[in-house]
């Protein structure tokens, strides 16, 4: 009886440990605190609807505005006057526009090919640009080449102040075909991103519901923070000397020859605010914090973006000349810009359980 009683106990430690073992990997399995079971708010219908809504509808969108880009380009380069350049422009602007709805969505298959790198990395390395014309030889597919394309070394190649005269003189082919091979590299990486969103990455987006870091959610705050620190910094507040001891660099403005530089930034902080709201026609981050029972954050960050898109509005395009003309607003907006992205940043980035993962570029 002994040996009997001495094996049920040894039994039940056993059963015991297991027990505690398991509801241990269970709950670590599922991190994220009390955000993971927010008032039995619906996470997976948040992640359809940003996959349906929102981030592949844009990349449908950047796909369509690149072929349309492409038609004009076409045009233009069979005969570069300056009545062609204002209608290419024009086209440029609508893609690089459409790009800022993307750019957000720099997670899943846009992180594996360094999607916004090799679109949007500014300012452009003129240097290589003109080397690379001259050889007539380069490798698009290095990640050392990401400042030798996108948007702004079209910017360079097709709206420059010379760049009507180079594309009229003799020796052309080589400056031509490059615009043509920039253009098809774009469009590769897009379709490749797109496609695979709709064949695996979907479900795989969807169906993850967790806040720890490498999760949908996790990615999405980050890039939401990341986005408010190239506006801060990049967008905004390099070129104005915030990081230089007020030495200006108009030349480094995103969209700098086509002059386009606030009207992009706009669109980047209007696009934001779609994101975190859902798209205002299914749920989002909003939606979320209201859930975690966090009001007044979420409405104190919808204030704080309509007050840095209103603040933004009042800047004027060229941006390389408002440096100068219009340091008042540059000054409000950069003010408005570093406190919304200190909420998202900080109390978002907290009230969701999401660490905040990547490198900031300023240190702040």
Known sequence: MRVFNRTKQIIAIILIA???????????SNPGGPDNNAGGFDKTAMLTNYADALIIPAYTGMQTQL????TA????????????????????????????????DQFGPAERVILNSFLNSFPTDIPAIEGNVTRGSYDLTMNSTT????????DHLLFASDALSKLNSAGNANRKKYVKD???RMKTLV???????????????????RSDAGSPIAFMINQFAYEMDQMKGPRIGWPYGKQSGGVQYPQNVEGYNAGISIALATENLTNLKAMYTGGGNGKGMADYLIALKKE??????????DAAITALKTIPDPYSTALTANRTQIDAAYIEIQKLLTLIKTDVAS?????ITYQDTDGD
Not at 67 to 70: G, K, M, R, S
Not at 76 to 104: C, G, M, R, W
Not at 351 to 355: D, I, K, Q, S
């Open 18 to 28: 297991v027990s505690a073992l398991v509801i241990a990997c269970s709950k670590s």
């Open 67 to 70: 072929n349309t880009f492409e």
């Open 73 to 104: 380009v076409n045009v233009f380069l069979d005969v570069p006057t300056t009545e062609n350049q204002v209608v290419l422009k024009a086209a440029f602007k609508n893609a690089y526009l459409q790009f800022q709805h993307i750019s957000v």
């Open 147 to 154: 400042v030798q394309q996108g948007f702004p070394a079209l």
């Open 182 to 184: 920039l253009l098809t």
């Open 191 to 209: 379709a490749g991103v797109l496609s695979n969103w709709k064949d695996s990455y979907r479900a795989d987006f969807i169906g993850n519901t």
């Open 296 to 305: 007044q954050l979420n409405t104190d960050v919808l204030k704080q973006f």
């Open 351 to 355: 009230a969701t359980g999401v660490r």
